[in-house]
């Protein structure tokens, strides 16, 4: 039996119709922007293994830090305890995320990262004391498949068996080229509300929408109009970020800079799961606290994992060459 024969048995594979699809490509190995399937046959990885990876498959400096990392430290519970290759990531993170970035929260995929920031701008709030219960978001967006990040996307036939159970979001327009004014207006009638929590975008372009690209000036504009009434900017650069547009993260392209991002897919150059949710000491302040109830009561089994921190650095090593 093949391998994707044997597959098709055992695996429930995602985004996937249960009756009528082809049987999956049985991989056996890849290199560079090369896979071969068990025939031998070879593919061009044109989606970048869900747009995750960065410099090839297999890539033998990335593999090196990985394997090294592995004979070293392979995984440690992370409250309590720390690592060199989570504070190492941490610290360069902040150096190249534009805007006064201070903090790095680990998780583990890009919707874990929304979950993070979205769980952390509505408990800044509620440290705060102050009810501020409205999200806003761009239309076409997609954020991940948690309940959360799944509440902050657009409702489609992906979302459509859950719809009940999503919260409520504030949508407004993209600010692609001809919507710039609407873009704005929209999103100033509803910060003027004062019950705006946050908003999340996309920098610069929406991937899972189709490769809209947006109006950069609009877009700051947007963010300008939430950071002057304290709103929370969340810069979900799960797909832009790590060169995809260009620069490192989209966000060199605003004039104004988020308060909060989600990191992930190229984080590790596509080799290992991880997610990283970041912000800035304004945030961060809030939850420094005697209060125990004002804790950041979030985490995960494998959080910051030191394998996947050692491909991030090894990833950022590569980026940095180019
Ligand atoms: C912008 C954006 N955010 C979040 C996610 C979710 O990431 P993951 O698939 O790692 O959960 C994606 C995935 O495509 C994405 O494009």
Redesign the pocket.
């Known amino acids: 039996m093949s391998l994707a024969e044997r597959d098709s048995k055992v695996i429930w594979h995602p985004f996937t119709p249960q009756k009528g699809s082809p049987l999956p490509v049985g991989i056996v190995r890849a290199e560079g922007s090369y896979l071969y399937d068990e025939d031998g046959k070879r593919y061009i990885d044109g989606i970048s293994s ?2 995750v990876n960065l410099h090839g498959h297999s890539h033998p400096y990335i593999a090196d830090k990985v394997s090294e990392q592995l004979r070293t430290l392979e995984h440690i519970i992370f409250a309590g305890f720390t690592h060199e290759p989570a504070v190492q990531l941490a610290e360069r993170l902040l150096e190249l995320l534009p805007g006064e970035q201070t903090r790095v929260f680990y998780s583990d ?6 979950e993070v920031a979205l769980k952390m701008a509505l408990q800044y709030w509620y440290n705060k004391g102050e009810k501020r219960t409205k999200i806003i978001v761009l239309e076409d ?6 309940f959360g ?1 799944m509440s902050l996307s657009a409702r489609s036939a992906f979302t459509q068996a859950f719809n009940d159970w999503l919260f409520e979001v504030e949508v407004v327009p993209v600010p692609v080229e001809g919507r710039e004014v609407e873009a704005v207006e929209a999103i100033q009638a509803i910060v003027n509300t004062g019950e705006v929590a946050a908003f999340i975008f ?1 920098p610069m372009v ?3 929408a189709g490769m809209q690209v947006m109006e950069r000036r609009a877009l700051s504009e947007m963010m300008r109009v939430c950071k002057d009434a304290g709103v929370v900017c969340i810069g ?5 970020g790590f060169g995809r547009t260009g620069k490192v993260f989209a966000s060199e392209f605003l004039s104004t800079k988020p308060d909060i991002y ?1 990191l ?2 190229g984080l590790t150059g596509g080799t290992m ?1 991880l ?1 990283v949710t970041t912000c800035n000491q304004t945030i961060y302040d809030v939850f420094v606290s005697e209060d125990r109830l004002k804790t950041f009561f979030h985490g995960h089994s494998f959080t910051a994992n030191p394998l996947a921190c050692a491909a991030a650095l090894a990833s950022m090593d590569l980026l940095m060459r180019q």
């Open positions: 869900w747009w995929n890009g919707s874990t990262a929304v967006s997609y954020h991940g498949d948690t990040s996309e929406q991937g899972v979900d650069e799960v797909f832009t989600c992930s897919k799961a997610g």
